[in-house]
């Protein structure tokens, strides 16, 4: 017997997997059906996290018993009198609740009403009285625990309640508890039938992880589910993640729904490609619903304040509670059990051209020409449909493009790969939007038709749906044949030698109709959600398998894990609006990667808009050359050439800039695909120790990767900026750098005119760099034009100040220098090498460089301003017990670079 301050009940417990956790401790220390709220929960937030009124009645228990024939005609008589379905549930009420309640402990309260709600008629029965089930754990504590049979039922107007508990331990009893005496007032009635029991089980899912599943023992009863409502109390003040979202980063007093949409909401809030559902809260843990089903979260709304409120219909919840000490540590967490990133080859991190559409041939190269001719870095050109013939045959249209083959090899001697758009849908009837696409079906759709690839319908055959490119079916990636007959497709695009990727558009749940069946029989009511991830899936298994991995996809919709390659944020307008222009993608970057999506990027300047703002192109274009993904792409089908010569200008200014930053961002992603870490930051995650970061006048503002504070210009007309210094650090001006660190914890308002944006480095940074004036980041190759320039064999690491010897520990120089060379095999084929540091407003400098495994360097050659002179010749010397150069210089202030040239 235990006694919680409610009434007793007996029950018995098994560990699950006890050997698991050390020392291991009972992890239910009560079970009980308490009178009132355990008193360490009776505050009103508690109370309204829990649905429970402010005083709770008692409630009497009998055993569970009664013919099956008895249930059987009083569930005949239920279907008549109300009209009720077996497996209906009431929308407005949850038949089980679950109220975790962070604290020492931490615990949860299981409230269940009554399998039918009340009719809206009326009627002598009961409205729902909830039973109420407390489970304490351990706080992330728990080895593993199963309890069964958790089912509650009632009769007549004052009737008494049937319930109880049991476990699967060895020798215990049942649940017991007294019969109550009967009610001489109740009308005389059969009693309802139990709702179906649920197996709670609470178990360890990692060392900083604890999982809650409630599952159905008895799903059958049950197709569609049940309402289960998870309640936490939180007065937090920040609520991070649920996937990208373009409204704000803090989405406390919003409901998300998780639905993936492909259009512009009324609630901004609601809009997202790709919506995972996973928070975290500013109290210092996450909570991650592992469900396709399309569930809400309510994070501290107007009607549920102080409270994550997690609604589902399932057979199965499960509930996952991630710990840490910081929230980057949750979300790194997060993505190890989800999913991480893949590191994309070196070429994926130049910046992208594409239009919406290329006309002909001449147009794919005159892009890429005119990259080359005025200086702008690239090495990747997006092919956005139309392309083929009928959409999505892969066969190239030659009315279109009339002489692919001298295109291609045009597009490789100028360095640069290809992308081709692509979508799940094989066409049974094309739009006809270019010369050379049939009407008809496209070539492959019979035979995908025919063997069942396509998503059926009810009653059989292939689901046709209308969609912006025509009509046709949806790939059914459920099946194993499906996939490979879409990637021997696909595979037709091998044959010119720069294709080397996709752009997958589409993917969201809002295309399937009624009564759309799987091959794998999973249900239309969670493929909605999962479909996105069986169709980025195959599109990734065709890279790895056809391309040894040397590709990559461009994603608009997402779930939970799918981040593997980029994204982009899907269709925005080409203008300064906060919910669908320019500023809702500041927003989307943030929330992305608070959701596990790294790889992130957003078309330069707007899709929608054929007539596109100059001041809106520049400031969009800073923006995309400081995230992950630098992506110039619209309806407007133009060019930074078709502006003005300052607008050109400027946009090659960022380009060579992202371009430059290339080894810092390719170790950024190392960090994001290996420890989780985002590139792009929100300040409440990065600067979780300054309370002032978190506000929300700085969610404009980020870091990107470790060192770099970024806060665009989202508004027209603007010439000054404030930015929010963030605490533990002081901060360099990245465009004035003579200029003295500032300390951190304070704003600064920053003169921000067009051809720059508010940017700022980390006192003492390390960054390393390429020269800006590289062309493409292919490697070189016999078919490469003579004038593009690559990689080469200089290493550039800027030495910001802030620091006394930058450079002279071995972590912070030779580790990210070795780095470089191994990141470049083909410049450590080069005989002789460069490194640079270039020293940014230094003062006096002591500098020690130490090199191994046989590097031989020449004369250091020192620069002030425009002057270089010779420094002194480096020694041999022995550097923990590892024989290497050892190279020291005292540098005056006014130095501004220190060159070698070394060679294996």
Known sequence: MVNGG???????????????????????????????MPPHARTSAARRAAGVPGSARSLRYFPLVGPIALGALYLLFLLTRWGAKPSAVGASTPWLSIAYMPSGEGYLLLLAPPRYSAPSSPSPYPPPERQQQRLRLPAMEVGGVRVEGLAVGGRGRTASWQGGVAGGGEGAGAAEAQPAAPNASASPTAALPAPPSVVVTASRLSAHAVVMTWELSNPLMFPDGVDFTVRIADNASGWYGGGERFNAVNQRGNVLPMFSLDRFTDVPAHRSYKPVPFVMSSSGYGVWVQSYANGTFSLATHDEPDVLAIRYREQQLRVVIISGPSLLAVLSEFTRLSGRPSLPPDWAFAPWKGRDVHFNCSQVVEDAEKLRQQGIPGSVMLIDSPWETAYNDFTINRLQFDDPEDMFLRLQELGFHNIFWATPFINRANRVDMQGITAGP?????????????????????????????????????????VAFWHGAMNTTRQWPTARGFKCDDGEGNYFLPGAAFHDGSPLSLMKTRYVEKYLGAMGSFIDKYLDGDGVLMARSGFTGTGKSFVW????????????????????????????????????????????????????????????????????????????????????????????????????????????????????????????????????????????????????????????????????????????PLEGGQAVEVA???????????????????????????????????????????????????????????????????????????????????????????????LSLRFMHGERLGHPTVRRGTREQVGVACAGGNYLGVEGLHCALALEAGVTEVSWEYGG
């Open 442 to 482: 496209a070539a492959i759709f019979q035979e995908a038709d025919e063997r069942g690839f396509l998503v059926q319908q009810e009653g059989g055959g292939s689901q046709i749906v209308k969609w912006w490119k025509g009509e046709g079916g949806r790939v059914d990636f459920t099946s194993e044949a499906a």
């Open 6 to 36: 409610g009434l007793p009940i007996r029950f018995r417990y098994k560990p699950l997997d006890t050997s698991a956790v050390p020392n291991h401790q009972q992890p239910f220390t009560s079970l009980t059906v308490p009178r009132k």
């Open 752 to 846: 921000v005119p067009l051809h720059e944006t508010a940017l700022y480095v980390r006192a003492g940074a390390l960054i390393e760099s390429i020269e800006e004036d590289v062309d493409t980041l292919l490697p070189p190759s016999a078919t490469l034009h003579p004038d593009v320039k690559t990689v080469g064999s200089v290493c550039i690491l800027q030495v910001w100040p802030g620091v006394p010897s930058p450079s002279s520990s071995l972590a912070s120089l030779l580790a990210p220098f070795q780095a470089a060379l191994s990141a470049r095999p083909v410049a450590q084929a080069h005989r002789r090498h460069r490194l640079v540091l270039q020293l940014r407003a230094q003062e006096r400098v002591e």
């Open 569 to 740: 944020a899907g269709d925005q307008r080409a203008n300064w609006n906060r919910t669908e222009g320019f500023p809702s993608v500041i927003m989307a970057g943030q929330t992305a990667a608070l959701s596990g999506f790294f790889l992130w990027g957003s078309d330069i300047a707007g899709y929608f808009g054929h007539s596109i703002d100059k001041e809106l192109f520049v400031r969009w274009a800073q923006f995309g050359a400081l995230s992950p993904l630098m992506h110039q792409f619209g309806q407007a089908n133009s060019g930074p050439w078709d502006y003005d010569a300052l607008t050109l200008r400027i946009y090659r200014r960022f380009a060579r800039l992202h371009m430059a930053l290339f080894p810092y961002l390719k170790a950024a992603a190392l960090r994001s695909a290996t420890a989780g870490e985002p590139i792009v930051c929100a300040m409440a995650l990065c600067f979780q120790g300054d309370a002032q970061a978190a506000a929300s006048q700085w969610e404009w503002q980020y870091r990107f990767g470790p060192d770099l504070l970024v806060a665009p210009v989202y508004e027209s007309g603007v010439s000054k900026a404030t930015v929010y210094l963030p605490q533990g650090s002081a901060w360099v001006h990245f465009w004035a750098a003579n200029a003295a």
